[in-house]
Each structure stands twice: as structure tokens, then as C-alpha cells.
């Protein structure tokens, strides 16, 4: 009985959580996604990095207490901030949010969550890279609490599919969620430190892991040799700037870049809908934008932050 009462008080805790609506400012900021997309399309014309980084932001805070703004929150004294935790290599473009929450402040003082205007930024990236539009459920509020020893509960690139599941079902998304969300990474940039691994010293038999094709896993060691430049890396897909389903294509070539991804191959389900997906662009557009929604839609936060770097 008492079991059953702990874990009707967890489940009220978790649930008692916002409950989001696509016209949730519809009355006490109307402009608010016009404001964001302007915001978000000025940075990207002069940065074409800008969407990747919006889109991987996104997923970040919304794997680390839920979609709650914890990732723009800055490190302060010595607390050191998610931003500043160990996987933070291609977390940039953080002056893009700081740009929309100054528009939104200006035009609705103190109505506008960062986590919000994140989410909305995550959405207008994808469209900007010529995918899928969709309305972003909205009255998400920010987190007061940011750690960087928390980053390690985000899925690291060497995992395998077991534990790719597990990182996503603890967040209540499924194997459908983790083969459409993969596909963000039809967009951005990898750093040789994220795929290394895999092409120098695999392991005590081979050099370089045989699941890679092996013309790919020589130009990556090119871009990549065993002491490369800081910032040395590779377009996470050829086509790294649109938004489409080569990705998938990718993965039965045996070019992609992480384990993580090559992994969607190693069960009958993820599999079969990569293969899904890698023949029709519709179909993984569709499958991305409700596993978007759902991801999005992980909660946590209390307050409507003023500035997205600080807690009120
Ligand atoms: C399934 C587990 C995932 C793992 C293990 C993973 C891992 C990584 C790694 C290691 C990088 C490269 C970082 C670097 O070296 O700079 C990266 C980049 C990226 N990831 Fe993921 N990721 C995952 C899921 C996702 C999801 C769900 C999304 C969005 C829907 C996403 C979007 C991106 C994007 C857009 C980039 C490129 C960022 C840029 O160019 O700035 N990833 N990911
Ligand atoms: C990433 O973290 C390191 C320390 O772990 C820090 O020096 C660096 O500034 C961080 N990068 C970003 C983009 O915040
Ligand atoms: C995945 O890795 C974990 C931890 O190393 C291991 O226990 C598990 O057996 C692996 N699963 C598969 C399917 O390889």
C-alpha cells in the first residue's frame, strides 16, 4: 500500500509538470515565434554552423532535467555549468538565443521561458535546413540548476544499442524515437575526438574498426591522424547543411561517424526503420518531427528566466 502511494506521489511529482500548448502565448506574446525565427535566420545567414548548434542544444537540455534552459545557464563561481561539462565540445551559438531573448524581452517582459525559445530556435533550424516545419508546444519554464558532472548522463557516441535504448527509455522515449532522432545528425560537424576511437588502436586485433568502410575510414584518418589539429573534424554527413535522409543511406554504407549510429543496425527493429527511412525522406520527416515533439516535451523547470545565463 505504501508502495503504491510512493509511487503515485512520484508520478504526481513528475506530472504536475507544465502542460504544454501550441498558443500558450497566444494572448501574452503573439509575436513571440516570428521574433525567434528572425533572430535564429539573421544568425545563420552569416554562420551556417548556427542550426546544427541550435538543433544539438536543444537535445542536450532536454536529456539533462528536461527541456529546462539548464544548458544556457553560465557557470557561476564554483559551480561549474552543464555548458562546461565534458561532452560541451560543439556546443556553440549561444549569443543566437541571447539575440531572440532580448527581442522577446523587449516586445513581452518576463512572459517567455528560455527553455521555450530554445525549443522554438531547435524548430526554426530544421526548417532553415530545408526540413520539416511542425508547431512547437510551448509553456515550458527554466530550470534553476545547472551541473557539469551531469553531462555524463548524455549518451556517449562509443555506446551500443542496448545502452542507447536504455539512455532514451529512461527520458520515456522508445527505439522508434532513437532511430528518427538520430537523424539530426544529417546536419553539423564532428570532432576527430568523438569517432577516434574507432580508427586508431580500435583494438587488440585491429587498427581500425571493421565496421567502417574502409576507403571512409582511411579519409577519416587523413583529417584525423593520431596527434590532430583541435579542431580538426568532418561534416557529420556530406550534405551537412540540409536537412534530409542521407543519413540512413549513410549507415548501410557503413559511413557514419559514431558507433551510436552504426548500432541502429543491430536490431531487427531499429534496422528495419533505418532502412524506412533511408528510402523515404517522407517518412523519416514525419517519424523526426514526433519524436521532436515528444523529446520537447520532457519538462522540468520552475520560473521564467529574464536573462537565459543567470537564475533570477
Ligand atoms: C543517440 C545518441 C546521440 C549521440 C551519442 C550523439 C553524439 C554526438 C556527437 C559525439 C557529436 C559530435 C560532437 C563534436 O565532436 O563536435 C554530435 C553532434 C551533433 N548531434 Fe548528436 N548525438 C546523439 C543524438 C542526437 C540527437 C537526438 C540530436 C538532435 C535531434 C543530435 C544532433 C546533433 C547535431 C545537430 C550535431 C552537430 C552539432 C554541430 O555541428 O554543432 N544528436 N552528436
Ligand atoms: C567546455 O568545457 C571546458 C572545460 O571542461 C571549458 O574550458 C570550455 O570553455 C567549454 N566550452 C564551451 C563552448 O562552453
Ligand atoms: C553493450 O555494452 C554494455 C556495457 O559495456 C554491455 O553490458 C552489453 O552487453 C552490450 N550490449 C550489446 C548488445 O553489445
Redesign the pocket.
Given at each position: 500500500m505504501s508502495a503504491l502511494l510512493a509511487s503515485l506521489l512520484i508520478f504526481s511529482l513528475f506530472t504536475s509538470a507544465t502542460s504544454l500548448s501550441s498558443n500558450y502565448y497566444a494572448k501574452t506574446c503573439p509575436n513571440v515565434e516570428s521574433l525567434v525565427r528572425k533572430a535564429v535566420r539573421d544568425a545563420a545567414t552569416s554562420d551556417k554552423k548556427v542550426p546544427a548548434a541550435l538543433l544539438r542544444m536543444h537535445f542536450h537540455d532536454c536529456f539533462i532535467r528536461g527541456c529546462d534552459a539548464s544548458v544556457l545557464l553560465d557557470s557561476k563561481g564554483k559551480n561549474k555549468a552543464e555548458k562546461d561539462g565534458p561532452p560541451n565540445i560543439s556546443l556553440h551559438a549561444f549569443y543566437v538565443i541571447d539575440n531572440a531573448k532580448k527581442a522577446v524581452e523587449s516586445a513581452c517582459p518576463g512572459i517567455v521561458s528560455c527553455a521555450d525559445i530554445l525549443a522554438l530556435a531547435a524548430r526554426d533550424s530544421v526548417v532553415l535546413s530545408g526540413g520539416p516545419s511542425w508547431d512547437v508546444p510551448k509553456g515550458r519554464k527554466d530550470g534553476r540548476t545547472s551541473l557539469a558532472s551531469e553531462t555524463l548522463q548524455l549518451p556517449f557516441p562509443t555506446f551500443?544499442?542496448?545502452?542507447l535504448q536504455k539512455s532514451f527509455a529512461q527520458r520515456g522515449l522508445s527505439l522508434d524515437d532513437l532511430v528518427a532522432l538520430s537523424g539530426g545528425h544529417t546536419l553539423g560537424f564532428s570532432h576527430c575526438s568523438s569517432f577516434k576511437s574507432r580508427i586508431h588502436n580500435f583494438n587488440s586485433v585491429t587498427d581500425v574498426d571493421p565496421s567502417l568502410n574502409p576507403s571512409f575510414a582511411a579519409s577519416l584518418k587523413k583529417i584525423c591522424p593520431v596527434k590532430n589539429a583541435k579542431n580538426a573534424g568532418v561534416p557529420m554527413d556530406p550534405s551537412s547543411t540540409s536537412f534530409d535522409n542521407k543519413y540512413y543511406k549513410l549507415i548501410f554504407q557503413k559511413k557514419v561517424l559514431f558507433s551510436s549510429d552504426k548500432a541502429l543496425l543491430d536490431l531487427p527493429k531499429t534496422r528495419n526503420l533505418a532502412a524506412k527511412f533511408a528510402g523515404s525522406k517522407y517518412a523519416f520527416t514525419n517519424a523526426f518531427v514526433n519524436s521532436m515533439i515528444k523529446m520537447s516535451s520532457i519538462t522540468g523547470g520552475q520560473e521564467v528566466r529574464k536573462n537565459c545565463r543567470v537564475v533570477n
Open positions: 551500443n544499442i542496448s545502452q
